[in-house]
């Protein structure tokens, strides 16, 4: 499916671009098939999505990360904590 997004549609598409991503992830705790079902279905460059989640963790920074990367990176840090 073809879809065009404007910024804040391309935000709110993140959440669900990340528990996909995660879903996917090897020996992931969070198994999320729908989330990989319609993420898999969409005609839409993630690789922007992608970039732009790799360019933030690279910073290092708060400045650029978006609410759901810092809570994403919460939470890989508490399912690590655990599992030590």
């Not at 991503?21 to 992931?28: D, E, G, P, V, W």
């Not at 279905?41 to 609410?67: C, P, T, V, W």
Request: charged share 25%; aromatic share 8%; hydrophobic share 40%.
């Amino acid at each position: 499916m073809k879809v065009d997004l404007n910024n804040v549609e391309e935000m709110l598409l993140i959440p669900l671009w990340g528990r996909a991503q995660a879903s996917k992830a090897h020996n992931s705790l969070l198994n999320d098939p729908k989330a990989i079902e319609i993420i898999d279905h969409m005609d839409y460059d993630f690789s922007k999505l992608a970039r732009r989640r790799f360019s933030d963790e690279i910073s290092g920074s708060l400045y650029g990360h978006n609410s759901s990367t810092i809570k994403y990176k919460l939470m890989l840090r508490s399912i690590h904590a655990h599992r030590s």
